[in-house]
């Protein structure tokens, strides 16, 4: 159940016009700090996730590059850089 709830919710991500409704730049905020929006618009891939009370911690890769997303509804994300 949680993969399908996973894949839904890459799958709305990972939409042009979805990214660009949050307003998904480039560049990100605060040096380390991006929302999943920025992250999928930039090709990062969610490799796992994990329920951390009521949020769900998604991690996401691109070649040697990873973050750490918090997701707590369809709108409100934020991802740090783990490495």
Not at 46 to 66: C, E, H, W
């Amino acid at each position: 159940m949680a993969r399908v709830a996973l894949a839904l919710l890459a799958c709305l991500f990972s939409t042009t016009a979805f990214a660009q409704s949050l307003g998904a730049a480039v560049g990100t905020e605060r040096g380390g700090d991006a929302t999943m929006a920025q992250l999928l618009s930039r090709e990062y891939e969610i490799k796992s996730a994990v329920p951390n009370g009521s949020k769900l911690i998604v991690f996401m890769q691109k070649g040697t590059s990873a973050y750490a997303c918090e997701f707590v509804n369809v709108t409100k994300t934020r991802c740090a850089s783990i490495n």
